[in-house]
């Protein structure tokens, strides 16, 4: 599903299309400002996203073997939640 399909799904139980983009694109930058911050969004029975930070570490280039520096990131986390699992089985 895209986000425009997204925005139709809300649509559908909304009065009109504009309304439920604006409501998806509310949630997406609350969600995005939050964990810009480092904090934590968790919505019940759906998951969490989170911020995880990934320490730097020694790769290798897999074309030539080359051993690489890779640095220091943070990068974002989902976790499903119980209700989510079951609906996907």
Known sequence: MTK??????VAS???SKKEAG???NAVF???TKA??????VVLTGFGAF???KRAARMGVNPRTGAK???AATTVPKFKAGKALKEAVK
């Open 68 to 70: 690489i520096k890779i």
């Open 13 to 15: 139980v909304c009065s």
């Open 22 to 24: 604006e409501a998806v």
């Open 50 to 52: 989170s911020v995880s």
């Open 35 to 40: 964990m810009s911050k480092g904090d934590k």
């Open 4 to 9: 425009d399909e997204l925005i139709e799904a």
């Open 29 to 31: 930058d609350a969600i």
